[in-house]
């Protein structure tokens, strides 16, 4: 616990020097911040401290999914605009060169596509469902529902995400 609360700490002053830096110089208007991780992280949720494998069998909590994803662009993307879109990491590439102006070559095995629009404030036809996997366990996200389904020996779960929110 000292550790973790020792890293967001370290980061957050971290973010701020940065931020002062670029204000220093007069570039903060002109500048785009993303803030984002690899993985979320249960802090006690569910009785865990980890990711996903924090736990046999491992878990798909959605802290365990959630990923910290902040942008923050002054007069370009609102601030305290939430959207809460299902997005997954394969997105993140498309939707910065988009934001940026640019464009990749099309590959037909590239499955993200940009939520640039949400961050102008919009609201674009999205999709309505996720998939996931990690290791040896498979996830369906909706709005409201979570199917979990584990290798072979291992518990499948179903969750309604509008009745208990806190996957109990």
């Known amino acids: ?16 020097r940065v931020v002062a830096r670029l204000e220093e110089l007069g570039l903060r208007e002109n500048t785009l911040i993303v803030f984002t991780a690899d993985q979320g992280w249960n802090a006690g949720h569910h009785g865990v401290w980890g990711k996903g494998n924090g736990t046999i069998p491992y878990n798909l ?14 007069g ?16 993140y590439f498309p939707t910065i060169l988009e934001y940026l102006g640019a464009s990749a070559p099309p590959d037909p095995r590239r499955v993200g596509r940009s939520y640039a629009e949400f961050l102008r404030g919009r609201s674009p036809r999205w999709r309505d469902r996720l998939y996931f996997e990690y290791g040896y366990v498979r996830g369906l996200r909706t709005r409201n529902l979570k199917y979990i389904e584990r290798a072979e020996g291992w518990p499948t779960e179903l969750f309604d995400l509008e009745a208990d929110p806190g996957e109990t």
């Open 1 to 16: 616990k000292l550790a973790y609360s020792a890293l967001v700490t370290g980061v957050d002053y971290s973010v701020g």
């Open 61 to 74: 909590y959605e802290e365990s999914l959630r990923v910290p994803l902040i942008w923050n662009h002054p």
């Open 76 to 91: 370009r993307i609102a601030p305290g605009h939430v959207a809460h879109p299902l997005v997954s990491s394969y997105d």
